[in-house]
């Protein structure tokens, strides 16, 4: 089985000193926990805090790339960086940790097609497309005055670039308005790389049912974030820190929603470790993540099930 988490906030952590190498009591993330939860490839998320300017954004974005290209450079016998499934494949086969990476928010590309592309040189092989604000490509779920009712005009060229480019369109963060215009854009499958299902937890990060089929006929995939406000309605976020965590085994109870409503071909795992303040009782890092799958197999997920959950999904949208 082949095991990739989607969304790994980690270069914000390495950006603040943390060391990769050692076993760090606090993180989420690091390479012995990488090894002892059997992960095999992680996205790391460039995240871009959503009130930094274009210019300071680009900057930014520059700077965590930097640090998470050092950080690789200084684990070779550990971590390579990959640009394809088929190099993935071949770094587990070397005994390496796969870092591919991602963009969290789409505000460094500016207005410039050309930066976008600059992005996808480095080795990004997914946008964000917003983040906590809406920006100069689309909406966000948690504005309340939308600017643009969906993607912007330069979202739409965005949109298509990245088809063009064999980029995914990663529409966590967006709102439902510009989910569907991306839909509507995108000629390739489109990715929710760290989202959850709003029939089991009303929040605007998730994702109706409708959203859900949609992005299935798409042949998309929704990998389930770990992050239990998203997880459990009932969990308060104003008590995240004093409140009972729900189980790990929710993460499960949003697959199996996943895959009652669309079948076994559209879910994945998109932990968001290092990203949330709280993760799931019984999920307190990275490796704990075979707690995950015993659990699926439990529930009469086979092998074959657990291969797609695991990687294969994913990687099908992103070879396409």
Request: hydrophobic fraction near 40%.
């Amino acid at each position: 089985m082949f095991v990739l988490d989607s969304h790994c906030d980690t270069p914000s952590q390495i950006l603040r000193g943390r060391d990769l190498a050692k076993d760090n009591e606090l993180a989420h993330i690091d390479i012995p926990k990488l090894r002892r939860g059997g992960v095999d490839a992680a996205f790391f998320a460039l995240y871009i805090p959503a009130d930094l300017d274009e210019d300071a954004a680009y900057e930014y974005a520059c700077l965590l790339y930097d640090k998470v290209i050092e950080t690789i450079a200084a684990n070779p016998e550990s971590l390579a960086l990959a640009l394809s499934r088929e190099q993935a494949y071949d770094n587990k086969n070397k005994g390496l940790i796969s870092i591919f990476l991602g963009l969290e928010n789409g505000s460094p590309i500016g207005h410039s097609i050309e930066r976008l592309r600059e992005f996808y040189d480095k080795g990004v092989r997914y946008v964000t497309l917003c983040h906590s604000r809406d920006n100069q490509i689309c909406d966000s779920c948690a504005s309340m005055d939308k600017t643009w009712h969906g993607l912007s005009p330069f979202g739409r060229e965005v949109v298509a670039e990245m088809n063009r480019l064999g980029m995914l369109v990663d529409v966590s963060h967006i709102s439902d308005e510009a989910f569907y215009d991306v839909l509507e854009c995108s000629s390739k499958p489109v990715v929710a790389t760290h989202s959850c299902c709003r029939a089991l937890a009303c929040h605007p990060r998730n994702m109706t049912d409708d959203m859900i089929r949609a992005l299935a006929r798409n042949g998309g995939v929704i990998q389930i974030n770990f992050y239990p406000v998203f997880l459990d309605s009932d969990f308060p976020e104003d008590e995240m820190f004093t409140a009972p965590r729900p189980s790990y085994r929710r993460i499960a109870d949003h697959i199996d929603h996943v895959v009652q409503l669309v079948g076994m071909d559209h879910v994945g795992i998109g932990s968001d470790f290092d990203g949330i303040d709280v993760t799931p009782e019984g999920m307190d890092d990275v490796s704990e993540l075979p707690e995950l799958f015993a659990e699926l197999r439990r529930r009469g997920y086979s092998q074959a099930d657990l291969d797609k959950i695991a990687s294969g999904n994913f990687f099908n949208a992103f070879s396409c």
